[in-house]
């Protein structure tokens, strides 16, 4: 059974700072990988999405890596921003034809003070 | 391009009755899940429908359930409803396509008092 899970579960930094998020998960065997943002009584809305035979993908300031052998990624953050205070999911789909669902990770709550 | 819509909002029902939401997908997408996330649970898989037919089913119990109809919306039901049952339920919607990439809707509050 594919557990992911997400480290720190919460974090505190100052804007302008950089930061990782991490998240990893227990089987290999992934189609790919999401990250997504939510804030309070929201939504999940799609940061990233990171395929198999990727090893990282890009937007703005964000930037997601994947080791798919080590069973690992990470959310880069440059440059925080208050506006960048939420709660960050990973979220990994399996590789196994049928088991069509995203199995997600507890979260990375941030909040960036001024 | 619409996003993902879900209806209603936010709902608040009694012990022992049933309630049902709805989700319209993103024009094009055929593929709609469901998840229910609690502060304890996080988010769990429900089910997920493509083209009208289950295609997968999570851990939960007879008492959720759902269809997809010709148009790609979706309603999940919740019968003889439980004060566990309170959570945001959100759907999401894609293509079995490509990159299989999820988009979500803004969810459905859901007190169970």
């Known amino acids: 059974k594919q557990e992911v899970t997400q480290i720190p579960a919460a974090l505190s930094v100052p804007e302008g700072e950089n930061l990782v998020l991490n998240c990893s998960f227990t089987d290999s065997a992934i189609y790919n990988l999401q990250w997504f943002r939510q804030d309070p009584g929201k939504g999940l809305t799609s940061l990233l999405l990171?395929?198999?035979?990727?090893r990282e993908q890009t937007s703005g300031r964000l930037n997601a890596s994947l080791d798919k052998s080590s069973g690992r990624s990470t959310l880069y953050i440059a440059a925080s921003q208050p506006g960048d205070s939420a709660t960050y999911l990973c979220a990994v789909r399996e590789d196994t034809g049928t088991a069509s669902k995203l199995t997600f990770g507890t979260g990375t709550r941030l909040q960036v003070t001024l | 391009k619409a996003g993902v819509t879900q209806t209603p909002r936010y709902l608040i029902k009694t012990r022992g009755q049933q309630v049902t939401l709805s989700c319209s997908p993103i024009?094009?997408?055929?593929?709609v899940s469901w998840y229910q996330q609690t502060p304890g649970q996080g988010l769990q898989f429900l089910f997920e429908y493509f083209s009208e037919t289950q295609r997968n089913k999570g851990n939960f119990p007879g008492r959720f359930s759902g269809r997809q109809f010709s148009n790609s919306r979706s309603e999940m039901n919740v019968s003889t409803l439980e004060l566990g049952d309170s959570a945001l339920y959100l759907c999401a919607s894609g293509t079995l396509a490509g990159n299989y990439e999820q988009y979500f809707g803004p969810g459905t509050r859901l007190t169970v008092t």
């Open positions: 990171i395929q198999s035979s990727q």
């Open positions: 024009s094009g997408h055929r593929s």
